[in-house]
């Protein structure tokens, strides 16, 4: 195991309460000491429900490091609550879904989303990602869209 960030990276290190809730999911079947260090090097990530501009696909442990790199700038986290996990031995699939909240960066607004992640663990990493969420709270805490009615 090596650790990729810092403890206090936003997102993914191992403080943050993103990280947390996923390895608590995801416990017993994956290692690492921080988000990025859960995920195979050849890991696939697919974004199903997004927003505009973001990928719907990103291929590699580095692709998903790069994307999420300046994840504090848009949002800080306070906590991650709720999860429920549902696991399926037979085809190493686990699905997580968990909230999340927090706060926008650049607008102040709260950030309260919930997710469902359909994980799939290989040699204990995660081999591919399956993210849903809704995309509406984060229109909410961007302040998208940005109207000129009055």
């Known amino acids: ?5 810092s403890d206090n990276t936003p997102l993914i290190g191992a403080n943050s ?16 000491e921080d988000y990025y260090d859960l995920l195979a090097d050849d890991v696939v990530f697919e974004y199903v429900m997004t927003v505009p501009g973001y990928p719907r696909r990103v291929e ?23 999860l429920r996990v549902h696991r399926d031995p037979e085809t190493s699939v686990v699905v997580l879904e968990y909230e999340v909240h927090g706060t926008s960066a650049p607008t102040g607004r709260a950030y309260d989303n919930r997710l ?10 995660v081999a591919h990602w399956r993210d849903y969420l809704d995309p509406t709270a984060i229109f909410d805490a961007q302040g998208w869209p940005r109207s000129g009615r009055a």
């Open 17 to 32: 309460p993103f990280f947390r809730i996923i390895k608590e999911g995801l416990d017993g079947l994956v290692d690492g």
């Open 1 to 5: 195991m090596t650790k990729t960030v």
């Open 116 to 125: 469902v992640s359909v994980v799939t663990v290989q040699d204990r990493k």
């Open 60 to 82: 590699g442990r580095q692709g998903i490091v790069d994307l999420y790199s300046d994840y504090g700038t848009y949002v800080t986290l306070r906590s991650a609550d709720n």
